[in-house]
Antibody
Framework: QVQLVESGGGVVQPGRSLRLSCAAS????????MHWVRQAPGKGLEWVAV????????YYGDSVKGRFTISRDNSKNTLYLHMNSLRAEDTAVYYC?????????????WGQGTLVTVSS | QSVLTQPPSASGTPGQRVTISCSGS????????VYWFQQLPGTAPKLLIY???QRPSGVPDRFSGSKSGTSASLAISGLRSEDEADYYC???????????FGTGTVVTVL
């Protein structure tokens, strides 16, 4: 079955960087687009970024544009989120999620999330 | 900041029908499909409705979606206690070149 496991979260100081990973299994990773979505404590969902299966396109939410970079290594079945210049408002649980473009189902499977806390 | 507006809460007794609205604009709902997600307490969100009114396999037919113009709705019929959750709509926004989520609705079963 589809499994997505995020890792790399933790406590980081404002202005520092962090890289999140999402290990995928149970499906042909290279054939699917992948997203990052975050949720601040007690708040709603906020879409962060998407990368297409062939890496030809990447899109970002306004609040992370220029600071975060989404990437993937199809040989390792792994999705990444490189986060720079972190701010307190980036504190959130970060989820990775799969997109099945052929079926028309974005965000059809989600990981359990990894918590990032930006604090001095 | 959410671009799609939902009522903060909705409630009903077991067996009742509850409807949640999602209001957007011509750059998102007006041009693109709407998706609905259910988030049970302490868990990751789950895709509930895709392409406005389609249910992924395993989603009960008590859940239904619809779209008209720049608004969409999620209906839960035959409300059950296990439907207590947060519900979010989402759509691609052509102006922002990003997905946008709704503000979220907490459904309570009385």
């Amino acid at each position: 079955q589809v499994q997505l496991v995020e890792s790399g979260g933790g406590v980081v100081q404002p202005g520092r960087s962090l890289r999140l990973s999402c290990a995928a299994s149970g499906f042909s990773f290279s054939l699917y687009g992948m997203h990052w979505v975050r949720q601040a404590p007690g708040k709603g969902l906020e879409w962060v970024a998407v990368i297409w299966d062939d890496v030809s396109n990447k899109y970002y939410g306004d609040s992370v544009k220029g600071r975060f970079t989404i990437s993937r290594d199809n040989s390792k079945n792994t999705l990444y989120l490189h986060m720079n210049s972190l701010r307190a408002e980036d504190t959130a649980v970060y989820y990775c999620a799969r997109e099945d473009a052929m079926a028309g189902t974005p965000l059809d499977n989600w990981g359990q999330g990894t918590l990032v806390t930006v604090s001095s | 900041q959410s671009v799609l507006t939902q009522p903060p809460s909705a409630s009903g007794t077991p067996g009742q029908r509850v409807t949640i609205s999602c209001s957007g604009s011509s750059s998102n709902i007006g041009r693109n499909y709407v998706y609905w997600f259910q988030q049970l307490p302490g868990t990751a969100p789950k895709l509930l409705i895709y392409r406005n009114d389609q249910r992924p396999s395993g989603v009960p037919d008590r859940f239904s979606g619809s779209k008209s113009g720049t608004s969409a709705s999620l209906a839960i019929s035959g409300l059950r206690s296990e439907d207590e959750a947060d519900y979010y709509c989402a759509a691609w926004d052509e102006s922002l070149n990003s997905y946008v989520f709704g503000t979220g609705t907490v459904v309570t079963v009385l």
